[in-house]
């Protein structure tokens, strides 16, 4: 796999002829600069390497307890709903999704225009006009979150992000917007259809979800990173 993964004739850039898309995709845009899931060799490493730090268990480690609260408020919020209830809508979307605009320090108040535009961009029936027009919705928003944080920042992986790089010229203000949009869209649908997933398994195996129920410890064999 390893080999595979290192060898020049395998890519990630979906611009190459005869790469697998699933989705038609938008012409390439010179403002899609830091999409480096896209990318291949040096200027890959150049991004992604500013993202290390950051996603460093230690780091992450920082955020669980605001996790922790990120679900037990929404358990509660889904408690008072009563049953039934939309695990996906009330718990498995917005649960990764207040989690990553924290991360990055997108402010909760513009949850829904990036969860609305998320979702048509990751979403296989939509065309290429709309991507490109959710994909422009969410990179002004980032753009005006970008200055506002170069002016004032924060404890966030943007501000920093603008204070350590863009400032000192290391990184284009557009390459962070696509980055910061790179980041929002694929934390997002992932992990909430893995914990949508995950509960459906669970239910498939009763056996499994009574284990787990009695010995809370066994969670984390239960996933595989
Ligand atoms: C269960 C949850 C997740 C799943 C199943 C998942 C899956 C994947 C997969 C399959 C890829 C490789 C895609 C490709 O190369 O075509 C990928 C790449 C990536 N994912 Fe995730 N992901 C998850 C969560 C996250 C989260 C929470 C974040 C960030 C907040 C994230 C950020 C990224 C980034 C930045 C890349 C590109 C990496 C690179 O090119 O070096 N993902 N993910």
Avoid: W
């Amino acid at each position: 796999m390893r080999q595979l993964l290192r060898h020049p004739g395998f890519s990630s850039d979906q611009y190459k002829p005869g790469f697998p898309v699933l989705n038609p995709i938008p012409p390439k845009q010179d403002d899609a600069s830091g999409l480096f899931i896209f990318m291949d060799g040096d200027a890959h490493s150049r991004l992604r390497r500013m993202l290390t730090a950051e996603f460093m268990i230690k780091n992450i480690r920082r955020i669980e307890p605001l996790i922790e609260e990120t679900v037990i408020e929404s358990l509660e919020r889904m408690r008072g709903l009563g049953a039934p209830v939309d695990l996906m809508a009330e718990f498995a979307l917005p649960v990764p999704s207040m989690t990553i605009c924290h991360l990055l320090g997108v402010p909760y108040s513009d949850h829904d225009f990036f969860q609305h535009h998320s979702a048509v961009i990751m979403d296989r029936k939509s065309g290429p006009a709309e991507v490109e027009a959710a994909l422009g919705a969410l990179a002004g928003l980032l753009g005006d979150l970008v200055e506002a944080k170069r002016t004032e920042p924060t404890d966030d992986l943007l501000s920093r992000l603008v204070i350590e790089r863009v400032v000192p010229g290391e990184l284009r203000k557009d390459e962070l917007v696509s980055l910061a949009m790179l980041l929002l869209v694929a934390g997002h649908e992932t992990t909430a259809n893995m914990i949508g997933l995950s509960a459906l398994v669970l239910l498939q195996h009763p056996e499994h979800l009574a284990a787990l129920r009695e010995n809370p410890d066994l969670a984390p064999g239960m996933v595989e990173e």
